[in-house]
Structure formats: structure tokens, C-alpha cells
């Protein structure tokens, strides 16, 4: 007897910031499938340094297969992200996943970072994720398969990450932390909370503004990410809750040997991502360089 693939067809997601990179790459791989994608972003006109708008996410996931709801939604604003959820329940019936994937950055260091920027990290990143998992869950309780999926980094408390950029490095810890509780707090009712964060630099915006042109060439496609998401999300979501995942070392659990398709530059070195270690990237089959020195 063969099995069907694991599939996410039907599902409803909502996804945060996905009208572009990894929030668009996780929600076209699950349009794939078939599922539904409410696209809860802000940008709902073109920006003039960011490709990408809710209109323009939506075409891409309904010409991949799925269906898209384009919702304008600033993580930060409590009714908007509140009447994005009812109107996915509206639109879809339910709500299976919830995304956040929604983040700000600043790699700077404490003299530098203006308390606007800390106040924006802190409340896209930390209150952003907790609000929209907090509003999803009602919904999420009554899936039979429900998942909430955060990216940010493993726990790992190290100091020269915290001293390299400690407003940055509090607001991702804090989003992981919120799913080490919410995993706890949610166990026995069956929703899967855990965190995804790449091995790799990723080919997004924020590696553009951050290490420039070259760092977008030592990086991998959001791909990667997608489909790492995608196996996690298509877990039954008793099977592993309160984990923090590294994207290659999901894959290769799901039977990937080949990484050389998601090379932005083929047969380059890889910059490793923040908050990996050295212990972690010695366990990948890939070739690392340097890790990218820290801003000024």
C-alpha cells in the first residue's frame, strides 16, 4: 500500500509579513498543496526598496495552486491583527497554522540603536508574534491538526550574540521564548508551538540591508526555508512541540542528501546565519565561510 505524500491541502494558514521572502516562499509551497493563505502584511502599494505587496503575493499564491486571502496588517496594531483573524475564519472556515514570520532588524549596538528601533523590534517581533498567536488560537484549538510555527532562533545564551547587537538579539529571543511557554501551556490540547531559523543566510531583504550584494550571493533561496516549514507543518501536531529547528536539519530528517539546489551562487561558500554555532554548522554536509563581520 503506498501513502500520500504529506500534504497541507485545504488547510488554512495565517502568515505574517508574507508579501515577501520567507513569509511568500512558506505560503507558495503551501499553495502547492492546495491550501488557503491569508497574506497579513502591511504593504499594500509598492515600496519603493522592497519588492512585493499583499495584490502581488495573492497572484503568485492562487497561480501556485492555493487560495489567498491579501489582508492589510501592521503586527502591531491589536484591531487590525484581531479583524485579519475573523475575516480568514470568515473567508476559510477555520484556522489550522498560524505564521509569524513578521520581524524587524537592527544589528546595532546599544549606544546606536535608537529607542524608535528598539521600541519597532520589540513590538513587530515579540508583542507581533504573541498577538497574532494569542488571536489565532481560539481557532487553532478547534483544528484537528493545528500548529503555530515562529521564526526565530534555538535558545542558546550566548554572550557575544547578545553583545553584538542586544536590542535585536532580546526581540528574537523573546519570540522564541514565547513558544517554549505557549508549547507548554498548550501541550495537552494538541497545538504544536516551535521555532524555525535557517543554518544559512537567506536571500531576503534583510540580507540585502544588512551585508549588501554579497551577501545575497553566499545565501540560500527562502526555498529552504518553505520546505522545511512545510515538513514541520504537515507533522502530526502531537509529534513534536516546544522544539527549535534548524531548516537543513529538518530536511535532511526528511530524506534530502542534496543541498545544492538552494545555493543563491552554485558552489559557494555559505555565510552562516546569527545565533548558529560552530557545533551546529560542523553537523551540515555544506561548506561554510566566515560568519559576516558585525555592522558598525
Same mark, same amino acid.
Given at each position: 500500500?503506498?501513502?500520500?505524500?504529506?500534504?497541507?491541502?485545504?488547510?488554512?494558514?495565517?502568515?505574517?509579513?508574507?508579501?515577501?521572502?520567507?513569509?511568500?516562499?512558506?505560503?507558495?509551497?503551501?499553495?502547492?498543496?492546495?491550501?488557503?493563505?491569508?497574506?497579513?502584511?502591511?504593504?499594500?502599494?509598492?515600496?519603493?526598496?522592497?519588492?512585493?505587496?499583499?495584490?502581488?503575493?495573492?497572484?503568485?499564491?492562487?497561480?501556485?495552486? *492555493?487560495?489567498?486571502?491579501?489582508?492589510?496588517?501592521?503586527?502591531?496594531?491589536?484591531?487590525?491583527?484581531?479583524?485579519?483573524?475573523?475575516?480568514?475564519?470568515?473567508? $476559510?472556515?477555520?484556522?489550522?497554522?498560524?505564521?509569524?514570520?513578521?520581524?524587524?532588524?537592527?544589528?546595532? *549596538?546599544?549606544?546606536?540603536?535608537?529607542?524608535?528601533? $528598539?521600541?519597532?523590534?520589540?513590538?513587530?517581533?515579540?508583542?507581533?508574534?504573541?498577538?497574532?498567536?494569542?488571536?489565532?488560537?481560539?481557532?487553532?484549538?478547534?483544528?484537528?491538526?493545528?500548529?503555530?510555527?515562529?521564526?526565530?532562533?534555538?535558545?542558546?545564551?550566548?554572550?557575544?550574540?547578545?553583545?553584538?547587537?542586544?536590542?535585536?538579539?532580546?526581540?528574537?529571543?523573546?519570540?522564541?521564548?514565547?513558544?517554549?511557554?505557549?508549547?507548554?501551556?498548550?501541550?495537552?490540547?494538541?497545538?504544536?508551538?516551535?521555532?524555525?531559523?535557517?543554518?544559512?543566510?537567506?536571500?531576503?531583504?534583510?540580507?540585502?540591508?544588512?551585508?549588501?550584494?554579497?551577501?545575497?550571493?553566499?545565501?540560500?533561496?527562502?526555498?529552504?526555508?518553505?520546505?522545511?516549514?512545510?515538513?514541520?507543518?504537515?507533522?502530526?501536531?502531537?509529534?513534536?512541540?516546544?522544539? $527549535?529547528?534548524?531548516?537543513?536539519?529538518?530536511?535532511?530528517?526528511?530524506?534530502?542528501?542534496?543541498?545544492?539546489?538552494?545555493?543563491?551562487?552554485?558552489?559557494?561558500?555559505?555565510?552562516?546565519?546569527?545565533?548558529?554555532?560552530?557545533?551546529?554548522?560542523?553537523?551540515?554536509?555544506?561548506?561554510?565561510?566566515?560568519?559576516?563581520?558585525?555592522?558598525?
Amino acid at each position: 500500500m503506498t501513502h500520500a505524500p504529506p500534504s497541507l491541502a485545504g488547510r488554512t494558514l495565517f502568515i505574517t509579513g508574507a508579501s515577501r521572502g520567507i513569509g511568500l516562499a512558506i505560503a507558495k509551497r503551501a499553495a502547492r498543496d492546495g491550501a488557503n493563505i491569508a497574506i497579513a502584511a502591511k504593504t499594500d502599494t509598492p515600496h519603493p526598496k522592497l519588492g512585493g505587496t499583499i495584490h502581488t503575493a495573492a497572484a503568485e499564491i492562487e497561480a501556485a495552486g *492555493g487560495r489567498a486571502l491579501p489582508l492589510v496588517v501592521d503586527v502591531r496594531d491589536e484591531a487590525a491583527v484581531r479583524d485579519a483573524v475573523a475575516a480568514t475564519v470568515a473567508a $476559510f472556515g477555520g484556522i489550522d497554522v498560524c505564521v509569524n514570520n513578521a520581524s524587524a532588524i537592527s544589528l546595532t *549596538g546599544t549606544l546606536d540603536t535608537e529607542l524608535k528601533r $528598539f521600541d519597532l523590534m520589540h513590538q513587530i517581533n515579540v508583542r507581533g508574534a504573541f498577538l497574532a498567536s494569542q488571536a489565532c488560537l481560539p481557532h487553532l484549538l478547534e483544528s484537528d491538526n493545528p500548529h503555530i510555527l515562529t521564526l526565530s532562533p534555538p535558545l542558546k545564551f550566548r554572550a557575544d550574540w547578545f553583545g553584538a547587537h542586544v536590542a535585536y538579539t532580546a526581540s528574537k529571543f523573546g519570540m522564541s521564548m514565547l513558544m517554549l511557554g505557549m508549547a507548554e501551556e498548550f501541550r495537552t490540547a494538541g497545538v504544536a508551538c516551535n521555532c524555525l531559523w535557517p543554518l544559512s543566510t537567506i536571500a531576503t531583504a534583510a540580507i540585502r540591508l544588512t551585508q549588501g550584494e554579497a551577501g545575497l550571493a553566499n545565501s540560500r533561496a527562502p526555498d529552504i526555508m518553505a520546505d522545511a516549514a512545510h515538513a514541520i507543518l504537515t507533522r502530526p501536531s502531537r509529534e513534536a512541540t516546544g522544539q $527549535f529547528f534548524l531548516d537543513e536539519f529538518v530536511l535532511r530528517d526528511a530524506g534530502v542528501a542534496d543541498f545544492s539546489p538552494y545555493a543563491i551562487t552554485p558552489g559557494s561558500r555559505l555565510k552562516p546565519d546569527l545565533f548558529v554555532s560552530e557545533d551546529e554548522l560542523a553537523q551540515s554536509a555544506s561548506s561554510f565561510g566566515t560568519r559576516a563581520p558585525r555592522p558598525n
